[in-house]
């Protein structure tokens, strides 16, 4: 079982909080009293003129409505419900009726495969019943159709980009190539070292703060982490320049102590 939250804040015609203000709940389109609940966990069915719900001074309502599963008072999630309140300031009655309190998002019914009105509703569906239904002939076929439901594979060497793909033959193009290339270069780990040492002296320069590391790793790419001493914390420089292959400039735009250790 659940119960649905709903909340809403009232105003006058100006815009202030109705303080104070006597709400109703009906099914939608009726005067009948539709059953809620006054907390989301624990509590019996109640209604809302028994209860004689009101505003709080913020122009604050809040209640639940139970679902299918609730053990008393519960509604289907296509039950629609209206909500009125006491606008004494403009001396008006205000409502909003048709008001789907569960999910808008309706369930496919992969059997339909009709689109549009009324058969079903498409636009309030994650997915329309006629693609539920293509997935749904589909996905137990023995022999998968090239293009199973409406989707092509990508070819990876075909630079077009085609709108009825997961992703474009471009995207899956640049994918391939960094996968591709990432297999076959190398990396030489063999002279790998590490250096480590404590910053708390920084040159300032136009707001930011810079620090010279010489590491002496004859590396241009040395990979550089920094920790903030206060609270042993990772943090990320602003940026990081090669000054030389055995020194590494490290920037950062507050004057800290910082840990900072290269692996070259």
Known sequence: MAR???WQYMVDNEGNPLENAEVRVYLAGTLDEADIYLNGTFGSVTRSSTEDLKTNKFG?????????????GGYTVDQQFKVVWQND???IEEEIDNLY??????????LD????????????????????KRWNDHVDSIVPSASPHGLEPVEFFDLDERQNRVISNKLGYQMYEMAETASITPTDVSAAGFYNETISSWTASGGEYY????HNFNNYY??????KIANLAMIRAKRIEAQGPDVT???????INVRVGIYG
């Open 222 to 227: 040395p990979i550089v982490v920094l920790y």
């Open 101 to 110: 309190i569960f999910s808008p998002l309706r369930p496919v019914v992969t």
């Open 4 to 6: 649905i939250d709903y």
């Open 211 to 214: 620090k010279d590391v010489t």
């Open 89 to 91: 300031v403009d001396a």
């Open 113 to 132: 495969s009709i689109q549009g009105q009324p058969n079903n509703r498409d636009k309030n569906r994650l997915i329309s019943n006629k693609q539920g």
């Open 249 to 255: 400039r490290v920037w950062l735009n507050e004057n």
């Open 60 to 72: 604050f309502i809040q209640f639940w409505i139970g679902d299918e599963w609730e053990v008393e």
